[in-house]
């Protein structure tokens, strides 16, 4: 198949996956009802749900979606390991850990104010995790070994604050699971800026780095300036986690399978690679969160659980296939 018909294909499912995630709840909407609700607002009960409730669950899976599938992709290319992504290196637990902090010790309670602390937590952790595993001369094995053991360590730390602060603890037990439940159009219209600027960086340098690909020497040859690449890479991977973080915290594994699946359909160019993770991340994540609604009715599981529960097995289902012994 074309890839751009592939890509028109892909967005075809969104739009169902996305109608599906307005419809379906612990209160089940029938399709007219969510037309209506989407076209009118007569402020009647059905109306409400879906103006105010799902619909901007919605959109907010929608950014989230894109940003960790594309920062996946971006962090894969960029150390040229299978297994990166924004919660196996870390830069999940780094952003978590800095908004626990800001909302525990600090008294930070709004996404604008937080945020902040979660772009400055993935930067620093993904610079440890980088110098930790060996810089230059940094392996799959190693970044992945790094980042497990500073994510331990940082959700540990998340934990104790938790527990020490009853007030931090109720207002956190479900953002650290990772949830799209308490999205508002206050929260979309915060974080939409920061997820539009780290995507449109990302698919501006997805040709150097395909260059980057073939090794730095090649790349150079090439014509790519690999400071400036490896400089832009890192803006769009903080402002994509950072910004997922903040909103719906640590959804783990949506930026790890994503983009494998993806090169089984465009090969290796990010210049495809990019826009199909970008569309097809949503897919798995919306999917995910409509799983959680149906599955525990009238309760409800957090996506980030859905997700944890899908990607472990795909974790060591590509280790194992990578043949990885030395893990």
Known sequence: MPRAAGLVLALAVLLVVAVASTAIGAKAVPLGDVWHGLAHSSGRGNDVLIREVRLP?????????????VAGA???????????EPGVLGVNAGASAAVVSAMSFL??????????FAFAGAAVVSVLVYALSGSRGATPVRLALAGTAVSAALFGYVNA????????????????VGSLASATWGTVSQVWPFVVAGLLIALLIGRPLNAMALGDDTARALGAHLTRTR????????????AATAACGPIVFIGLMVP?????????DMRWTLPYAAVLSPVLLLGADVVGRVVARPAELQVGIVTALIGGPVFIFLV????MAQL
Do not use: E
């Open 260 to 268: 494998h699946i993806v090169r089984a359909i465009t090969g290796p």
């Open 231 to 242: 400089i832009l890479s890192m803006i769009a991977v903080t402002l994509l986690c950072g």
């Open 74 to 84: 971006v962090m894969q290319a960029l150390t040229r390991n299978p297994l990166a």
């Open 107 to 116: 008294g930070v309670s709004s996404f604008t104010g937080y945020v902040w």
């Open 320 to 323: 194992r296939r990578r043949r």
């Open 161 to 176: 604050v938790q527990l020490l602060d009853s007030a931090a603890l109720d207002k956190l037990r479900f953002w650290t």
């Open 57 to 69: 669950r919605t959109v907010l899976g929608l950014l989230t979606g894109a940003a960790l599938g």
